[in-house]
Every structure is written in C-alpha cells, then in structure tokens.
C-alpha cells in the first residue's frame, strides 16, 4: 500500500511561485512514475508533469512547459512541483499520482494511475 500526502498550495498573485510537495510512504517508491494531475471546477481532471522513477524521462502539459519543473528526491520518498509565472488559470486542485505498475513510460491518462493523494489547492489571483 502507498500513501500519498500533497502539501504546498495555497493563495498567491499571478506572476508568483509555489512548491508543492509529494510525501510518499511505500519502500518501492524508487521506482514509481510520479505524475501530477489538476482538477479546476468544472473541468475533468488533467496530466501536469511526470517523472520516470530515475527522474530521466520527464513530461510536461503544453500549457506548464517553461513555467513548472518536477523533481524527485527518493531518499525522502518525495516528488516536487516548482510552480513559477503561476497565471489565474493554474487554479485547480493539484493531486499526487504514483503508477507502481513497473512499465515505466510516463502516462497523461489518469487512469493509469493507481495511487492517489487527497489534493492541495492553488488559488492564482488576478
């Protein structure tokens, strides 16, 4: 069983930064793809950024490629997302995803997805 524990958001101006953080329990979280995944109201829920378990594979949505980074630290069992020129339209519920199936290719689909968080909110304003 993996337990996945998001933390970071929050309310910042548009142009601002945030971090979130992804805590992990689970001894092969090494060798997880990590991903990240944002809900806004409304809208279906859709891929951020990925992180193969090596971290050298990475992808990113058209609309965070420049702005957001993904890291791993797997000594700390945590995943990162650096947040920078955050715009009004970042607003969401950001969740932490971990795919433990050992593919190892980053999917877009969540449903590929098997571990969850219980999201973190990231409110850009105007």
């Known amino acids: 069983q993996v337990q996945l524990v998001e933390s970071g958001g929050g309310l910042v101006q548009a142009g601002g930064s945030l971090r979130l953080s992804c805590a992990a329990s689970?001894?092969?979280?090494?060798?997880?793809?990590m991903g990240w995944f944002r809900q806004a109201p409304g809208k279906d829920r859709e891929f951020v950024a990925g992180?193969?378990?090596?971290?050298?594979?990475?992808s990113y949505a058209a609309s965070v490629r420049g702005r957001f980074t993904i890291s791993r630290d797997n000594a700390k069992n945590t995943v990162y997302l650096q947040m920078n020129s955050l715009k009004p339209e970042d607003t969401a519920v950001y969740y932490c995803?971990?795919?433990?199936?050992?593919?190892?290719?980053?999917?877009?689909?969540?449903?590929?997805?098997?571990?969850w968080g219980q999201g973190t909110q990231v409110t850009v304003s105007s």
């Open positions: 995803a971990a795919d433990s199936s050992g593919i190892g290719f980053i999917s877009l689909v969540d449903n590929t997805y098997n571990y």
């Open positions: 689970g001894r092969t979280f090494s060798s997880y793809v």
């Open positions: 992180m193969s378990w090596s971290g050298g594979r990475l």
